[in-house]
């Protein structure tokens, strides 16, 4: 559940209030559960660029067999896997940058999409998890007569300090 509204007095900004709740599920691996606020401050830079800056708040789970955790992040030890299966404070603030310059949202022809995200989470914004992570995407579209030549990229990165475990959302997944 969202709200958002004009603020500032200007219809460049937008401030977003949310509350939500989900539960993401692999079939026989894992489901990772969470309920959370968060809120998002946006500007509109130019008509195609924008800046957010935002903190999100919540309480997350991962259910999963001992295989998963042992396997997919080298912790075995089934005390030392409450770090993920016990509800915790999984907390972060945001900021973003995007660029749209395509000519249609649906089926763009033309044009560039970039987006960058930077997220960082610690002690010190509520979080029981540390980490920092970017994650950007650029696209460009040029048309080829008839066709459309559609190029896409991704990378992200994400650290964690010392011996912290990084929660399994935070992770890039090929695919």
Known sequence: VEAAR?????????????????????????????????????????????????????????EAGDVYFCESFGICDP???????????????????????????????RGQTARIDLEYASAATGSEYDHFRVDGAAAAYRPLGPWVLATHVRAGWAHTPGSEVLHPRMLFYAG
Do not use: K
Not at 11 to 22: E, H, Y
Not at 79 to 92: E, G, H, M, P, Y
């Open 6 to 62: 004009l603020w500032a007095g200007s219809p460049r900004n937008r401030l977003t209030v949310g509350a939500f709740g989900q539960r993401l599920s692999e079939p026989n691996a894992f489901v990772d559960r969470s309920l959370g606020l968060n809120t998002l401050f946006t500007r509109e830079v130019t008509e195609h660029a924008g800046v957010s800056i935002g903190y999100r708040l919540e309480r997350a789970a991962v």
């Open 79 to 109: 005390a030392a896997l409450s770090v993920f299966r016990d509800f915790r404070r999984l907390s972060a603030v945001s900021l973003g940058g995007s660029l749209n310059e395509a000519n249609s949202p649906v089926a763009p022809s």
